[in-house]
T-cell receptor, first 113, second 117 residues
Framework: KNQVEQSPQSLIILEGKNCTLQCNYTVSPFSNLRWYKQDTGRGPVSLTIMTFSENTKSNGRYTATLDADTKQSSLHITASQLSDSASYICVVRAGGGADGLTFGKGTHLIIQP | DAEITQSPRHKITETGRQVTLACHQTWNHNNMFWYRQDLGHGLRLIHYSYGVQDTNKGEVSDGYSVSRSNTEDLPLTLESAASSQTSVYFC????????????????FGPGTRLTVL
C-alpha cells in the first residue's frame, strides 16, 4: 500500500530560525512529489513540485530536496517568519489518475516571536 | 482572477438529513475532486471527475455522491448524514490530463466545515 510518512508531527521554533521537515514515502511507481502549505482555515497551496530527476528546488525561503533512491524528501525553511506558521503537507503521485495521489498527515509548524 | 469557491463555509445538520456542499471553479479545469480532512488523517479522496458527465469513486466514497453537469461545478451530496461525516471538506480542481507527467497542480477551495449532530 502506498504510504507517505511525515515528521515531526508538530514543531515549534523561534522566529528567524531555520527548520527542516521530513517526508518518507513508499509510493510506486513514483511520478512526482509536492509540498503544500496549509494555513489555518484555508485550503492547501502548492509550494513546490519535485520530479524524479530533480534533487533540489527552491521557492524563496523554502527549499525542497528529493532523494529518489531512499524515497525521502525534505522541506527546509530559512529565516522563519510568523507567516510560516501552518501545516505542511507532502503529497506523492504514483503514475496516472487522481487516485494516484497519496497525502501525508502533515507537519504542524508554529513560529513563535 | 480565476478561483475555486465552496459554499457554505460552515454547516450544521442533523443525522439522517441530506446535505449538499457546493464547489464552483472558474479555472475552466477539466478535473475536480472532493476530499475530507480529519485530525490524524491526511486528506482523503471522496469522489473525482475528469470532465462533464464523468464521476469516479475515491478512497472514502460510501455515503457520498457527486454529479458533473457542467465544467464549473461539482456538488457533493451526503445522502443521509451521519456523525462520522463530521469533517472539513475540500474541493480541488486541476487542468490538463489528470494522468499527465507532472500530475497537474490541484488548486484547493477554502473548505466547508460540516458538523453532523
Amino acid at each position: 500500500k502506498n504510504q507517505v510518512e511525515q515528521s515531526p508531527q508538530s514543531l515549534i521554533i523561534l522566529e528567524g530560525k531555520n527548520c527542516t521537515l521530513q517526508c518518507n514515502y513508499t509510493v510506486s511507481p513514483f511520478s512526482n512529489l509536492r509540498w503544500y502549505k496549509q494555513d489555518t482555515g484555508r485550503g492547501p497551496v502548492s509550494l513546490t513540485i519535485m520530479t524524479f530527476s530533480e534533487n533540489t528546488k527552491s521557492n524563496g525561503r523554502y527549499t525542497a530536496t528529493l532523494d529518489a533512491d531512499t524515497k525521502q524528501s525534505s522541506l527546509h525553511i530559512t529565516a522563519s517568519q510568523l507567516s510560516d506558521s501552518a501545516s505542511y503537507i507532502c503529497v506523492v503521485r504514483a503514475g496516472g489518475g487522481a487516485d494516484g495521489l497519496t497525502f501525508g498527515k502533515g507537519t504542524h509548524l508554529i513560529i513563535q516571536p | 482572477d480565476a478561483e475555486i469557491t465552496q459554499s457554505p463555509r460552515h454547516k450544521i445538520t442533523e443525522t439522517g438529513r441530506q446535505v449538499t456542499l457546493a464547489c464552483h471553479q472558474t479555472w475552466n479545469h477539466n478535473n475536480m475532486f472532493w476530499y475530507r480532512q480529519d485530525l490524524g488523517h491526511g486528506l482523503r479522496l471522496i469522489h473525482y471527475s475528469y470532465g462533464v458527465q464523468d464521476t469516479n469513486k475515491g478512497e472514502v466514497s460510501d455515503g457520498y455522491s457527486v454529479s458533473r453537469s457542467n465544467t464549473e461545478d461539482l456538488p457533493l451530496t451526503l445522502e443521509s448524514a451521519a456523525s462520522s461525516q463530521t469533517s472539513v471538506y475540500f474541493c480541488a480542481s486541476s487542468g490538463g490530463l489528470a494522468g499527465g507527467p507532472l500530475g497537474n497542480e490541484q488548486f484547493f477551495g477554502p473548505g466547508t466545515r460540516l458538523t453532523v449532530l
